[in-house]
């Protein structure tokens, strides 16, 4: 439950955790019997179960199969050897071959979609998940959800990507879709010997996807890992890995309008609705784009990484840790924008000979528009802990961790637009149509087209006149530090009869953003494009010129402009959005459990305490003057979370999972925020984002049952089912209403985080594997196959502006179907890996008042190859090919969902390189 409070806060664990750190045993080092986990006595021996072998030699299906066998949870997981079978730009990218989980792209409209930047588990996007690297939160920059960039992490300093699809109480109960816990190498793995691995490759991509541009050269990537015992009895241990890549980037896009989308018009031409907030209206039902909007977007992308962590085995029942890491990311973009429109900044202007896929307009407004910008990230973190077993059944774990991330974004923008320009001094241009841009379009195809009955009107750069010249810089800082003591007796996987565990976890976070924005506008006309661009080939799909602007050349136009004013919205659009963020949580949980050969019972509570604290700037009105004031909200929440599963092996080989829980799902940092911030397009419209001081976080009811059949042959047959009734589900309510803005009331789209009154999610999985085929054959004994299929269905009970429920067919990024299959075959030193992925259609963007006006990611296809030769015994050589298909990333919108919202490029990308692992250290 969710209450406001105006006091300060102290930090304090709740009752519940001081229980149980009461009710913590003794402990002593009378036991000297027990090895920790990932040790060097532990290591050393190989595990049977069910005829899957666990050892540093094996096929990776039969590593990931015995992960999956030795949890009472349902859960799968990737390993190190699957990750880098098949080609992988990032870890999302490889993780969305595990049963349940895909991977989405950005939703923003200022961005390409170059490649996947967040996990979903079983249809639930990153608002819903929680990611730990080792155990211990990460912090991040992300900018709408609370998701992890796990883009940034080298893969070769991972060992196994857990998936986990039930939760349990010693987890982070932020977890409705599920958990991810990112492990990392220890130098004890493979009995503590010396191990180092150095991989280097060149890249290239086809088309307009990921396309290298041959004066920058082949893309580069290249990673290294080494790992060492050493000292005393090698009771110490040393893993280091770096990685690096630099790589260009090319997304080509075509879409219509940001929001609205289609027009629609009536009998007599006219516009059944108000093209800047739309409306219930069909008119005659043919739908018309708003605009045709064409982007080249090419980036250059660098990454590095440094990440390491010092073991010891300081004695046979004890083992610390200390690791670090520290990795950066740099985007160098340019984005250039052509758009023709028809109906947003035109004013009225009704449509002429109309059919059911054509049309003409009299009149017609263009912009060329340039963006300039370096985003650079940067993640640390820091991570120690011990393992102490005490006796033969009692392990006493404690684990401190913090974690910091940067997202530094400075771009330059300018635009310059072909219409009826309105010159409002500092306040300004509003532009309409001009009947020098008479068009007609055609709709007859999936991606609209638009022809001009004066192209050379178009292609004369000095009809195109300067609008703004802009630089915004967004600074985000986000830090987590985390304190964790657990303690479990008889909790192994091997134990029998009763056992337990008690935990307590108090957490700090801090989250700040800021924006400085600076814009010049033209204040008279005098400054034309024919002085700042240029024509660069022809639109996608059309003979118009791409018209294109020089930034250097733009700004020095500003610099020697008498025509310009800086814009009198500057300070306003610098503190509107502002705001930082604070959270401390203190929790504690509870668990037990009873176990015997054949049954696995466990019960346990959680105790989640949170504080909040956000701080914002609020608009006010004082004497006709708008003012900034900042204005910090305190509230908390507490929820006591239960869990219970049971095991049940019907035989060695089958394993019966169920399992209950309740988990939340906390909104975004910037939901919290008190601001309301205001933007006005060129064509006049307003748009306002507000937030929601008195959002909640979601409840999740889930219920999870599963069957697992352990095959021989490193084989295995497995479904599942679940169910998830989601309360208080967030979603962004979009209205119209009335604001004050520019000395005036305003009629404005207004969009604001609400909580829904719930939502659901009904699923099945169905996953099988074969890691050797040696039992049809001999020769086959180096080929298996994997394969995985998810069957969703959501539901999105969401409250419109005007108080009724809106009933929506899924949740956002929620797929239909999920299906993944690759197979391979290796034999005397040659292999070859093959993967198919398929998400089916998902929702991106809700309106929750106007259906129509919903937005889909397309179903979407991917086939990835690699091939490997093995030169000696310590050489591999490889190539790979990602994205065979081709397949673009579109999104669709309309009554039917089959009309183009937008649609980005992605082409294959080639990469040959060599892995050197040499296995006389």
Do not use: C
């Amino acid at each position: 439950m969710l209450k406001r409070t105006e006091r300060p806060h102290g930090r304090r664990l709740s009752l519940l955790a001081m229980a149980i750190l009461a009710a913590l045993p003794g402990v002593n080092m009378a036991g000297e019997t027990g090895a920790a986990p990932g040790t060097a006595p532990e290591q050393s021996k190989a595990k049977t179960l069910a005829d899957v072998r666990v050892s540093g030699e094996l096929a990776p299906i039969g590593i990931a199969i015995a992960a999956k066998q030795t949890q009472d949870r349902v859960m799968d997981a990737a390993t190190s050897e699957q990750i880098q079978a098949l080609p992988s730009l990032n870890i999302p990218q490889a993780v969305q071959r595990v049963a349940g989980v895909s991977a989405s792209f950005n939703s923003d409209n200022v961005n390409g979609r170059d490649e996947a930047q967040q996990i979903a588990i079983r249809g639930l996007d990153a608002s819903y998940n929680n990611i730990s690297f080792d155990g211990a939160p990460m912090a991040t920059t992300d900018r709408v959800s609370r998701g992890v960039r796990t883009d940034l992490l080298p893969a070769s300093l991972v060992q196994e990507v857990d998936v986990y699809k039930t939760w349990q109480p010693d987890q982070d109960p932020n977890a409705v879709g599920g958990s991810i816990n990112i492990v990392t190498r220890s130098a004890f793995d493979h009995q503590g010997r010396t191990y180092a691995s150095v991989t280097a490759a060149l890249g290239h991509a086809t088309g307009t996807g990921k396309a290298l541009s041959a004066n920058q050269g082949l893309g580069r990537k290249g990673d290294a890992v080494f790992s060492a015992t050493f000292g005393p009895d090698h009771r110490l241990g040393l893993v280091l890995a770096a990685n690096v890549e630099n790589r260009n980037l090319y997304s080509l896009g075509r879409m219509t309008s940001d929001n609205i989308f289609y027009n629609y018009y009536g009998a007599n031409g006219a516009n059944a609705n108000n093209p800047a907030t739309g409306g219930p209206a069909f008119g005659n039902g043919i739908p018309v784009p708003q605009q045709f909007k064409y982007w080249r977007f090419p980036e250059n992308l660098q990454r590095k990484g440094l990440d390491g962590k010092l073991e010891a085995q300081f004695a046979p029942d004890l083992y610390g840790f200390l690791s670090f890491g520290a990795n950066a990311e740099a985007v160098h973009s340019s984005r250039n924008e052509v758009f023709l429109d028809d109906s947003r900044s035109t004013g009225p202007n009704p449509v002429l000979g109309q059919t059911a896929s054509t049309g003409a307009f009299a009149r017609g407004e263009a912009e060329v528009g340039r963006m300039q910008g370096t985003l650079k990230r940067e993640d640390r973190f820091a991570q120690s802990g011990f393992d102490w077993h005490i006796g033969e059944d009692k392990l006493l774990s404690a684990r401190a961790s913090y974690s910091s991330a940067s997202d530094r974004n400075p771009v330059a923008l300018s635009k310059y637009a072909y219409g009826a320009f309105k010159y409002n001094g500092a306040g300004g241009v509003a532009i309409t149509g001009t009947p020098g841009l008479a068009m007609s379009y055609d709709t007859s195809g999936f991606l609209p087209g638009v022809s001009l009955a004066n192209p050379a009107g178009f292609a004369d750069l000095n009809n195109f006149n300067a609008v703004y010249w802009r630089h915004d810089t967004i600074s985000i800082d986000d830090s987590v530090g985390d304190l964790k003591l657990d303690f479990r007796q008889n909790l192994d996987g091997d134990a029998r009869g009763f056992g337990y565990a008690a935990g307590v976890d108090a957490r700090r976070l801090q989250h700040r953003y800021n924006e400085f924005y600076q814009q010049f506008v033209a204040a008279s006309p005098g400054d034309t494009l024919a002085g700042a661009g240029s024509i660069g080939g022809t639109l996608p799909g059309s003979n118009l010129p791409f018209l294109q602007i020089d930034p250097r050349q733009s700004w020095a136009q500003l610099a020697a402009s008498t025509h310009a004013a800086a814009y009198a919205s500057n300070a306003a659009n610098s503190l509107q959005g502002n705001y930082s963020h604070a959270e401390d949580t203190a929790a504690a949980y509870l668990m037990g459990s009873y176990k015997t050969e054949r049954l696995s019972v466990l019960a346990g509570l959680r105790q989640d305490d949170t504080w909040l604290s956000t701080t914002g700037n609020v608009r006010q009105i004082v004497g006709g003057a708008t003012q900034w004031q900042p204005q910090t909200l305190r509230s908390q929440y507490r929820f006591t979370l239960p869990a219970a599963s049971l095991v049940f092996n019907a035989t060695d080989a089958v394993r019966l999972k169920l399992a209950a829980s309740k988990t939340i799902g906390r909104p975004t940092y910037d939901a919290y925020a008190p601001n309301t911030t205001y933007s006005q397009n060129t064509d006049g419209s307003i748009g306002v984002t507000r937030g929601n001081p008195a959002i909640k976080p979601r409840q999740s009811l889930n219920l999870d049952s599963s069957a697992e059949w352990f095959l021989p042959h490193d084989s295995l047959l497995s479904a599942a089912l679940f169910h998830k009734r989601i309360s208080d589900e967030i979603y962004t309510l979009n209205s119209v209403g009335s604001v004050f803005f520019g000395g005036a009331d305003r009629i404005a789209a207004i969009a604001q985080p609400m909580n829904a009154s719930r939502s659901q999610l009904n699923g099945a999985e169905l996953n099988f594997a074969n890691g050797s085929l040696e039992w049809l054959a001999p020769w086959l004994a180096g080929a298996g196959y994997s394969g995985n299929a998810t069957f969703l269905r959501g539901r999105l009970d969401a409250v419109t502006s005007s108080g009724a429920t809106r009933v929506i067919d899924g949740l956002v990024n929620q797929p239909g179907q999920i299906r993944n299959f690759s197979v391979f075959y290796h034999r005397g030193g040659t292999g070859v890996d093959l993967g198919y992925h398929w998400t089916s259609r998902s929702l991106r963007l809700v309106d929750s008042t106007l259906p129509s006006q919903d937005v889909y990611w397309k179903a979407r296809k991917e086939i990835d190859l690699r091939l490997y030769r093995n030169v000696g015994s310590d050489v591999q050589t490889f190539f790979e090919i990602a994205n065979l298909t081709r397949s673009p990333v579109t999104s669709v919108t309309g009554p039917a969902h089959d009309l183009l919202k937008d649609s980005f490029s992605i082409g294959r990308t080639y990469w040959v390189g060599v892995k050197y692992t040499p296995h006389s250290l």
